[in-house]
């Protein structure tokens, strides 16, 4: 075997992402063979995945993708153990690749996603080969859809979360609400489009919660549940996105500012996605 020349070692991390010298030494146990040096990265990155099985990936990118007639978006958190790694640009470069061909593939779940081809490989495959690249613990952990009429999508600050809207407009007006509505999401964190979509198990916790409550301060019992109903009211508008107050304009809530962009624009459903 000849010596390992420093353009094959360019063109294998141009390829990989993996360090010059973990290239090298790579190319070096595959006796020049360039196919033999990717396999034995992979394999590097796998036993890497499995090694730090059990460390914590609390940081990470978030991307969100729209098509381009605004009718279909998905979100994509690719996890990492440090923000060092979350912000790297080939980190944010590799999401946004994976977010893109979750897009064009429309799988319906993380474990379809990982089936997913993207540059030339499985996402799978592409996840492992960025644990080789970053030497930590990489993860695909969520992936979210949405499909309406109308889909308009926001990224927050450095893609530490991201959220979709479904709307049932596609006007240019109808999307730009849909993104002040995402940002709503992003800041006050809704658990539910409206009162009808809570999870019941939640409502039956906020009702007796009301009721303690209630009674802890001497309340007759006759008017117990009076109370906690008013409490459980109070709760949807907090908590669900169309009932809360809107955030740039507190003199309506986020279904009459739509409502007020186009007469009968509404909301059908969201997506967030965030660290944490």
């Known amino acids: 075997m000849g010596a390992i020349s420093a353009k094959d070692v360019k063109k294998l991390r141009e390829t990989t992402g993996v360090g010059m010298m973990d290239c ?4 070096t146990e595959a006796e020049g063979d360039f196919d033999k040096a990717i396999e034995l990265l992979r394999k590097k990155g796998e036993k890497l995945s499995a090694k730090r099985a059990d460390r914590d990936a ?8 729209v098509n381009d007639d605004n009718t279909k978006g998905v979100i994509v958190k690719l996890s990492s153990e440090t923000d060092f790694v979350s912000k790297n640009e080939e980190f944010v470069t590799a999401t946004k690749a994976i977010a893109q061909a979750a897009l064009d593939a429309w799988p319906a779940d993380v474990d379809a996603l990982m089936s997913v081809p993207v540059e030339g490989k499985t996402i799978g495959d592409k996840v ?3 644990v080789a690249t970053f030497q930590e613990k990489i993860v695909l952990t969520d992936y979210a859809r949405v499909e309406a009429a109308g889909v308009a999508s926001y990224i927050h600050m450095g893609n530490k979360a991201a959220v979709l809207v479904g709307l ?3 006007s240019d007006a109808a999307i730009s609400a849909g993104r002040d509505v995402a940002m709503q999401v992003a800041a006050m964190k809704p658990i539910a489009l409206n009162k009808d979509s809570v999870d019941q198990s939640i409502i039956d916790k906020e009702i007796e919660i009301g009721k303690e409550l209630a009674r802890s301060e001497g309340k007759p019992e006759a008017i117990i ?16 996105l169309m009932s809360q107050v809107y955030v740039k304009d507190s003199s309506q809530t986020v279904s009459e ?20």
Request: proline share 0%.
């Open 257 to 276: 500012y739509l409502n007020s962009v186009s007469k009968g624009l509404t909301a059908t459903e969201f997506k967030h996605v965030y660290l944490g």
């Open 128 to 130: 492992t080969d960025i």
């Open 58 to 65: 609390k940081e990470g990118c978030i991307i969100a993708a």
């Open 168 to 170: 049932t407009e596609n």
């Open 225 to 240: 549940d009076k109370i906690a109903m008013g409490k459980l009211a109070k709760f949807f508008k907090e908590n669900t």
């Open 24 to 27: 090298k030494k790579a190319l």
